[in-house]
């Protein structure tokens, strides 16, 4: 049995409604947790892209990609290793503005995590870091040390490597239409 590891699934849709729960139901029906999940539009208009992480073995991986494209309204899904595609993910602290006071660590904490300061209010600043899920909770295990009020992390976006493979499938599609 092959070991399990961390594989980025992306998932192209029509934009409908309810197609979020078919696609989750996927995952839970196999009682698979998905760690990380994010939606947005693709580079094709009118498609929408799903962002799925999870930590399977390659075989279940293929199946879940094999049932992900049965769903009506999915119109292509891919499967990605982590060296295979770009990814980042977004974390947001919101930190007592005390701790600034007179204090250089703070400001050197946060520049040795290359974060920056969204914003800053009178009983709290709220800090951007962009990067891995290890380089954020790096930052939050330090701040946590000095006080944190909330903290908050996007789930991945990701870039494969290869060119956009759903491009060559369309244009599959319509050569196949075609001939």
Not at 16 to 23: D, N
Not at 75 to 92: G, R, S, T
Request: zero cysteines.
């Amino acid at each position: 049995m092959s070991e399990k590891k961390y594989f980025t699934i992306t998932v192209f849709t029509e934009n409908q409604s309810g197609l979020l729960s078919r696609v989750v139901s996927v995952f839970s029906r196999r009682h698979i947790n998905v760690e990380s999940l994010t939606t947005s539009r693709s580079s094709i208009p009118g498609i929408h892209r799903f962002t799925i992480v999870v930590n399977v073995t390659h075989e279940m991986v293929e199946k879940l990609v094999a049932q992900l494209e049965r769903q009506v309204d999915v119109l292509k899904a891919f499967f990605y290793e982590p060296d295979e595609i770009v990814y980042q993910e977004v974390a947001l602290y919101k930190v007592p503005t005390h701790i600034f006071s007179n204090s250089e660590n703070v400001e050197q904490l946060i520049r040795s995590h290359n974060a920056r300061i969204l914003i800053i209010e009178p009983e709290f600043i709220v800090i951007e870091k962009t990067g891995h899920e290890n380089e954020t909770e790096a930052l939050f295990k330090d701040l946590e040390k000095i006080g944190i009020y909330e903290f908050v992390r996007s789930g991945r976006v990701a870039i494969p490597k290869p060119m956009e493979r759903l491009n060559k499938y369309l244009k599959s599609l319509e050569a196949q239409a075609e001939a």
